[in-house]
């Protein structure tokens, strides 16, 4: 069996979870799936994220969003957990569901870390790389959609969401940067990262997210 990830990235407030509840419903209500599970080695749909997607990561999630207590954390302890959540993550749930064949929608991966701890917190990159590959012992994702929107907006629909976590709560100074490191990853990875434009309406977005996995769905199957 032979299963794939797709990955949705970008600053905070960009869109992702609005449109992963959105696309995992068409998938399942437009007969998609069903589809997919006659014609190709999809067996079933699953949704997840980083960090949090597992009861362990669930743990490493609240300490590095939510802490106690007024101890800063240092910025490596940061990256180590990210990697931490990660490499359990990958081990007890991606690789066991993919080989199963299931077709993952994921909040977040890999270049979460690069733009957030590499362009961010201006930790250095070859650490960042090997710590990933440990973490994913060579998991890639299938496709990347790095939903784009300014800082400024994305921080604003987070804000007028709710009270901000640890990261959100950052400057903008880094959220911009973590922008810039979206931005020149989706530029050295044209083939895996697809950019959709998400300073639109919910409803515009979700259509070019459809067509995205649309094309690549077909090319899958073609392979
Ligand atoms: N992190 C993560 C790292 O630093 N390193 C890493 O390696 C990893 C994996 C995770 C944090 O961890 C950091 C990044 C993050 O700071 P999280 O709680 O999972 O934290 O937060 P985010 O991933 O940032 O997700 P958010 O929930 O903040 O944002 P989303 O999911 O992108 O946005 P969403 O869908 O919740 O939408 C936000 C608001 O905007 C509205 C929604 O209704 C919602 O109210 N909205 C729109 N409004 C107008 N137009 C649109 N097109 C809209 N789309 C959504």
Not at 18 to 30: D, G, H, K, M, V
Not at 121 to 129: A, H
Request: with cysteine.
């Amino acid at each position: 069996m032979q299963g794939r990830l797709i990955v949705f990235e970008g600053v905070e407030g960009c869109g992702k979870t609005t449109q992963i509840a959105r696309s995992q419903t068409w998938l399942l209500e437009s007969g998609l799936l069903a589809q997919l599970k006659t014609q190709s080695q999809i067996s079933h749909l699953v949704v997840t994220r980083e960090p949090g997607g597992t009861e362990l990561c669930q743990a490493i999630r609240q300490l590095l969003l939510h802490p106690t207590g007024q101890e800063a954390m240092q910025n490596r302890t940061e990256l180590l957990l990210y990697a931490a959540d990660r490499s359990q993550h990958v081990a007890g749930f991606l690789k066991p569901q993919l080989a199963k064949g299931a077709l993952v929608l994921c909040d977040r991966f890999t270049d979460s870390t690069i733009a957030y701890q590499g362009y961010g917190r201006r930790l250095d990159r070859n650490l960042i790389d090997q710590l990933n590959q440990i973490a994913t012992d060579g998991l890639t994702s299938d496709l990347t959609l790095w939903l784009d929107v300014a800082v400024e907006v994305g921080l604003m629909r987070a804000k007028q969401r709710g009270t901000g976590d640890r990261i959100e709560q950052a400057t903008l100074d880094f959220h911009q940067r973590v922008q810039q490191g979206f931005t020149e990853l989706a530029q050295a990875h044209p083939q895996r990262i697809v950019r959709i434009d998400a300073s639109r309406s919910e409803e515009q977005v979700f259509k070019d997210i459809q067509a995205a996995i649309q094309h690549h769905l077909k090319r899958w199957q073609a392979a």
